[in-house]
């Protein structure tokens, strides 16, 4: 489908050399948008600009901090000076750490009284472990917010698109610091949407799945390629009985981006999940 609504807008994608986020970085470019690709890591948003522009769209490369004030700044101005003001924000910078992960699903009497070597406990968390994962989804989002969003204010046409999870509905086990900052996302995602409503803005935000990528093979996949223990309880209580693959995110990605087709939706978190939120498994 041709969305001819998007073409010649300015889209700005955070976290743009992810697997996930390359992803919608392509399907906004091929639309006839024009992408700058922001990333901590220069080459891999470099990667993703190339392919784009390979292909015939129009993209750069921008390296961004988003946990840094100067350096959305400078992005911002990069962005500006070479492709315009933003019409579509996409928050997608995210991520977790070991630090804010235990080991087993649930504790147990013996993680206390014999606590085996290796095993991370809740009481083992780490502050700053956590304080990163939370700033890093949750702050990285307002930060980059803030500084983008002041283009927008009194135009047509503008949204923005904040990166969920699955985690913001269900906490999953061993991940508290991720399923916590997700739901925080999710809550300033309806925030925004009301507080923003009067100036045209329009916030809404996808809650993808569990998707296979590169990133999570060794989570999902045993070394001989079947699946894992924590992959067979997914997939058991997916009702589609697979993995997300990023292809399954382009057209939610595309509908809440155009505002022909969704000018009178803002403050959803629409799940791209195979019907895992649905399911209560019984």
Do not use: W
């Not at 969003?149 to 999953?172: E, F, H, Q, T």
């Not at 969704?262 to 019907?275: C, R």
């Amino acid at each position: 489908m041709i969305h001819n609504n998007l073409k010649g807008k300015t889209a700005v994608v955070t976290g743009g050399g992810g697997v996930l986020c390359s992803g919608f970085s392509k399907d906004l470019a091929s639309q006839g948008v024009k992408v700058a690709v922001l990333d901590l890591r220069l080459e891999a948003a470099q990667a993703v600009a190339d392919e784009i522009t390979a292909a015939g769209g129009t993209a750069i490369a921008v390296a961004c901090n988003v946990l840094e004030a100067e350096s959305l700044e400078n992005a911002h101005r990069e962005v500006n000076e070479k492709l315009g003001k933003c019409d579509i924000l996409v928050n997608g910078a995210g991520g977790n750490s070991p630090l804010g992960t235990t080991t087993k699903d649930t504790l147990e009497l013996s993680d206390i009284a014999e606590k085996a070597e290796g095993v991370k406990t809740f009481f083992d968390l780490d502050a700053k472990g956590i304080e990163f994962v939370f700033n890093l989804n949750f702050l990285g989002t307002l930060l980059t917010t803030q500084t983008f969003a002041k283009d927008m204010i009194g135009r047509d046409d503008v949204c923005i698109l904040n990166v969920s999870s699955m985690n913001s509905y269900r906490p999953l086990t061993r991940i508290p610091a991720y399923s916590a900052a997700k739901a925080a996302v999710s809550n300033f995602t309806q925030f925004m949407a009301v507080h923003f409503a009067d100036v045209g803005i329009r916030v809404n935000a996808i809650a993808p799945g569990f998707f296979s990528t590169i990133q999570n093979q060794k989570l999902l996949y045993n070394e001989d390629g079947s699946l894992s223990a924590r992959s067979h309880k997914i997939i058991s209580h997916t009702p589609l009985r697979r993995f997300g693959v990023p292809a399954d995110l382009t057209g939610a990605l595309l509908f809440l981006c155009d505002s022909e087709y969704s000018a009178f939706i803002t403050g959803v978190i629409l799940p791209v999940d195979g019907g895992f939120s649905a399911y209560s498994g019984v």
